[in-house]
């Protein structure tokens, strides 16, 4: 946040360890609430609040993900593969024992946490590019097996339609309803998140990635905790499935293929490795990039073109812009988003004084 | 760093700016269609060729002044095969007050079918989707419209029992698949026909992203020596199917593949009409330019001095487009008359796609009808075989086993 610390003295630990350190910052948490409880609701459309539930729910998985691959430096490229665990278990068992949301959203995390520690074993002995081949398999062997056993996948389409979340009698089914839903998980995960990384497993984590030897010989025992990230990275993933299934309404493998998994290591790599705010920056850039860049082309492009022409150049010019800009942003900045965040903040901190 | 403040001031405006512009409102004599796309993504071979057939039909109507008065406006989204944008897409086409949608994909029918009967737009999902999807009271605002995988299963079945003398007693059936949910859908209903028919069936499965099967081709051409194959294949798969089961000396004759591996586009990618020569391809939409309605669309781009659209060349998947366009532009015409002429709504435009009916565009869309209950329109299909160095039709429009697919559809409510 843009705060100044002066004249802010700190007189103990916990003071110093807390979340949000200064009284100020406090506002500002309360007026980002207010913003997105509120206004956000109040002022946008369906339309601009769906992209919203878009990119909280990439939020809750790019979370996941940076806690495994940026805060512990254990490559995965099965992300997709526990997003779509989760979202069977969820599916299935609202489905065939008619549970409630609050049941199956968990359940779906701690299937996909399970499955996540099974397949991040290999981590225990196997490093880098080699760890992400291994994930890949992992990937790999969770979509054939939901594909080739109908008992998780529901038959030949592999699709389970799941009924809407339902809070006290009450359907959540429109985007406006569905965004306190995914809302509500989203903030919930993120203030997790926080707390995971500042607590003994985050540093615990934090030793592993930049040293691990030097960790094991510190008394952190290394193989528990890379299970336990993986395990909650995994959490996450399944939870995101979740969130994912229930506000599309149906659980379907292929829409947990490994192009999902990049997708979200894009995000986080180009939101900042290790970063819980990074995550956030990155699911916005990269859900909602691709729309704002066909929004601002349309006005522009419908000048010249007909309907059908403007369609081709849009889709052609939005992904080279895409790529571009995430060129340009890892160039300016290659810690990420958040490091660029940081920059600008550090630089108003202290302004009009650069020093 | 000020450049850098400078950088993010620069870009709040202009998001502002473009947000403003796109919510400019609609016009009274117009009707919005939502059109999702895949031009860059996974699936882009088709959607290159598809989504043009698309504009260039509404551009033909819009130019004889539009649909009983009214403009058509077309809303193109392209998602990428992702299905995060095609709910964004969804939720775009609702905003711009469009009577209706076509949906690109199998994964983005899925995530859409519960929002669109909840928004009460109409989907149109030909080639795509379940084929459960053809029960129009199970999924009330779904419309394949095209032939379902169960109808092509089936329609390859009789096609097979055709070529083969009529009957298929005691024959060998080899049905090679892309193994994933689409290539698999078939199957319950070829199963059937097996006993029914008294013919054997093998299925032969190619895992993602299908470009590797000799063994399983292999298998086909030299141990279970079928006395014809089915295939269903998807993307680059289908040319290699063409050139292993010609290396492996099958006769490609003897081969009948479903929809999504009978493009041009494949038999070139096999290496031409030469080693392809015999192949047989289900269609849902008729093919070459041989048509009255394309030869109105080039007259019309000719007119206005531009060139005739270079996508024809792969008229399998550019007549899809047209024919979805038709269809969409038929369910609004129904509904227009309907409402005597004022402006229909989405949900006067379901009703109109279900009373279409004896619509064929010069024999380029299947003669179809489309009821509340039947969201298929029959399951019309079309063999055209490579012949002499192009695409020709064999025999005219049919169905085949409705009481099969009946009794299947039955079964999943």
């Known amino acids: 946040m843009l705060h100044r610390e002066s004249g802010v003295f700190k007189t103990s630990y916990a003071a110093d360890m807390a979340l949000y350190p200064l009284p100020i910052a406090r506002w500002s948490i309360a007026i980002i609430f207010l913003m997105f409880a509120v206004v956000l609701p109040l002022a946008l459309d369906e339309y601009y609040l769906s992209i919203i539930n878009l990119v909280l729910i990439a939020v809750v998985g790019a979370l996941g993900l940076n806690i495994l691959v940026g805060y512990t430096g254990q490559i995965s490229v099965g992300h997709a593969a526990f997003m779509s665990v989760g979202a069977y278990t969820a599916a299935n068992l609202a489905v065939k024992l008619g549970l409630p949301f609050w049941v199956t959203l968990p359940a779906g995390g701690l299937m996909a946490a399970l499955i996540g520690a099974i397949v991040g074993i290999p981590s225990l002995r196997i490093k880098g590019l080699y760890l992400a081949i291994a994930t890949l398999a992992g990937q790999l062997i969770i979509e054939w097996i939901i594909n080739h056993t109908p008992a998780i996948s529901g038959g030949a389409q592999a699709s389970i339609e799941v009924p809407r979340p339902e809070l006290w009698g009450h359907q959540m089914r429109t985007q406006g309803q569905l965004y306190f839903f995914l809302l509500f998980f989203a903030a919930l995960a993120t203030l997790a998140a926080m707390n995971i990384v500042r607590s003994r497993i985050g540093r615990a984590f934090v030793a592993i990635r930049d040293q691990d030897i030097a960790a094991e010989i510190i008394g952190i025992n290394i193989y528990r905790y890379k299970l336990l990230s993986f395990a909650i990275s995994s959490f996450y993933a399944g939870v995101c499935g979740v969130l994912y299934t229930y506000y599309l309404g149906i659980a379907n493998y292929e829409q947990f293929q490994i192009g999902v998994s990049i997708d979200y290591l894009a995000m986080i790599i180009i939101g900042g490795l290790g970063s819980i705010l990074g995550s956030i920056f990155g699911a916005i850039f990269v859900t909602m990039l691709p729309i704002v860049l066909r929004l601002l082309m349309e006005p522009i492009l419908s000048m010249f073109y007909n309907a059908g022409e403007m369609s081709a150049v849009i889709s052609s010019v939005r992904l080279v812009l895409f790529g571009g800009l995430i060129i340009f942003f890892l160039v300016i900045e290659p810690e990420g988003l958040n490091r660029l965040w940081r920059n600008i903040r550090n630089y108003f901190r202290v302004w009009p004084f650069s020093y | 760093m000020t450049r850098k403040r400078h950088w993010l001031g620069a870009s709040c405006l202009i998001g502002g700016l473009a947000l403003a512009a796109a919510t400019a409102g609609a016009q009274d004599k117009e009707l919005v269609f939502g059109l999702q796309c895949d031009r860059t993504g996974a699936t882009q071979t088709v959607g290159v060729f598809l989504c043009p057939g698309y504009h260039d039909y509404i551009n033909l109507l819009n130019s004889k002044g539009g649909i009983e008065g009214y403009k058509i406006r077309v809303m193109e989204i392209d998602h990428e095969y992702k299905v995060p944008p095609a709910m964004e897409a969804h939720e775009r086409f609702k905003k711009e007050g469009a009577v209706l949608e076509g949906i690109y994909g199998t994964p983005q029918t899925a995530a859409l079918t519960k929002k669109l009967e909840e928004d009460k737009i109409l989907g149109t999902s030909p080639g795509f989707g379940t ?97 014809f194959v089915i295939t269903h294949l998807f993307g680059r798969s289908p040319s290699v199917s063409i050139k292993e089961l010609k290396g492996k000396g099958y006769p490609l004759s003897k081969v009948v593949s479903l929809v999504w591996g009978a493009s041009e586009a494949d038999i070139k990618a096999a290496g031409g009409y030469e080693v392809a020569n015999g192949y047989h391809t289900l269609q849902f939409a008729g093919v070459g330019t041989d048509f009255q309605v394309i030869k109105d669309i080039n007259a019309m781009y000719q007119a206005q001095g531009k060139p005739i659209p270079k996508e024809q060349e792969i008229s399998v998947f550019y007549n899809r487009g047209l024919v979805i366009a038709a269809l969409h532009a038929e369910a609004a015409r129904n509904a227009i008359k309907a409402k005597g002429g004022a402006k229909p709504s989405s949900e006067d435009v379901k009703k109109g796609m279900e009373a279409i009916k004896g619509f064929t565009l010069g024999g380029m869309v299947p003669p179809m009808e489309v009821t509340p209950e039947d969201h298929e329109g029959g399951g019309w299909v079309q063999v055209w075989s490579v012949k002499g160095g192009k695409l020709v039709k064999d025999g005219d429009w049919f169905q085949a086993y409705r009481d099969v697919i009946k009794k299947h559809l039955a079964a999943t409510n």
């Open chain 2, 131 to 227: 084929a459960a999807a053809a029960d129009g009271r199970r999924y009330p605002y779904v419309f394949p419209l095209a032939a379902s995988y169960w109808s092509q299963g089936a329609a390859a079945v009789a096609f097979a029992k055709k070529e083969l003398g009529g009957s298929l007693n005691g024959k060998k059936i080899a049905y090679l698949f892309y193994d994933n949910p689409a290539g698999k859908e078939p199957l319950a209903v070829l199963e059937d026909l097996a006993k029914a028919e008294g013919f054997e069936l093998r299925t032969f499965a190619v895992p993602a992203p299908g470009v590797e099967m000799g063994a399983q081709i292999l298998d086909i051409s030299g141990r279970f020596k079928p006395d």
